[in-house]
């Protein structure tokens, strides 16, 4: 009777609903058997209790145990699905908010660059127009001091064509001079 009840072929499905009966009233009674020994008084009151139940509602009993025990390991295993369904979408929007965050952030790095190159260009506007006014007002002076240079040089010029005139004039004194015998100073 107890030989069928081990490990390996207790889950074997009986090829008949009597044996599948036999087999769950014997597993009872020796589960009940082998609890006796172990407990002493309090499973002889439970054997009795049991022997007064009728095999085949004890069977019944068995089987709607067995029911439960399936639908509830089914819900178990459908609860495992939906929290582990739950924790790959937390995780997914955590990715989403890090996302999220590091979107922000680049966003507001490239406010920053935006308004930095925008600062920048302001900068390089202002100095091309420093470098433009000083030009004009540079070249207004530079002409001014052209103006005054070149004025200067034709001053020099009519200076220096006065001079050679007067040299020349000078020259051909002495020439003629010479060439009368005449000294310059008037004697000979």
């Not at 067995?66 to 582990?84: F, G, H, M, P």
């Not at 202002?126 to 433009?132: C, Q, S």
Request: hydrophobic content about 40%.
């Amino acid at each position: 009777m107890a030989d069928w009840w081990t490990p390996l072929n207790r889950f074997q499905i009986p090829t008949s609903p009597s044996t599948f009966k036999n087999r769950i009233v014997d597993s009872v009674f020796v589960t009940m058997a082998t609890k006796n020994a172990d407990q002493g008084d309090e499973s002889v009151g439970l054997v009795g209790r049991l022997s007064e139940i009728s095999q085949e509602r004890l069977v019944e009993e068995v089987i709607s145990a067995w029911d439960e025990v399936n639908a509830t390991e089914r819900l178990i295993a459908s609860l495992r699905q939906k929290v582990s369904s739950l924790e790959m979408e937390l995780s997914e929007k955590e990715s989403a908010v890090i996302g999220r965050v590091s979107e922000v952030e680049l966003q507001e790095a490239l406010r920053v660059s935006e308004a930095r190159v925008s600062q920048l260009q302001r900068s390089l506007e202002n100095e091309r127009v420093r470098r433009k006014s000083l030009e004009d007002s540079g070249g207004e002076a530079r002409l001014a001091e052209l103006r005054e240079e070149n004025a200067r040089l034709l001053k020099s010029e009519e200076e220096l064509m006065v001079m050679i005139l007067e040299m020349e004039g000078r020259i051909d004194r002495l020439l003629v001079v010479i060439k009368d015998g005449v000294s310059v100073d008037g004697v000979l």
